[in-house]
């Protein structure tokens, strides 16, 4: 049996899912920031998967990009937490009210 580019749109699809509950569900960021690069991976095994199939390379330089604003989005986003933490020494998302005016 071959593994076919359905199985890795299946694969993906349970990801993502997996990630939008955890980002519904979930109170404490730290987990809805790795709900959220559980999206983000879910996205990138897609586009490799349809880039292996349509032999073309487009979705892997895609990758490469959704990764590095992974990244980016990691680094500002762990700052805000490190900066709320210092302030109400809490990472419960209900708590995230200050940042309003």
Known sequence: MDI????????????FTIGVIGVLVRRNIIIVFMAIELMLNAVNINLVANARYLENLVGQVFVVFVIAVAAAEAAVGLGILLAFFRNKETVNIDEMNVMRW
């Open 4 to 15: 076919t580019p359905a199985h890795y749109t299946i694969l993906s699809a349970a990801l």
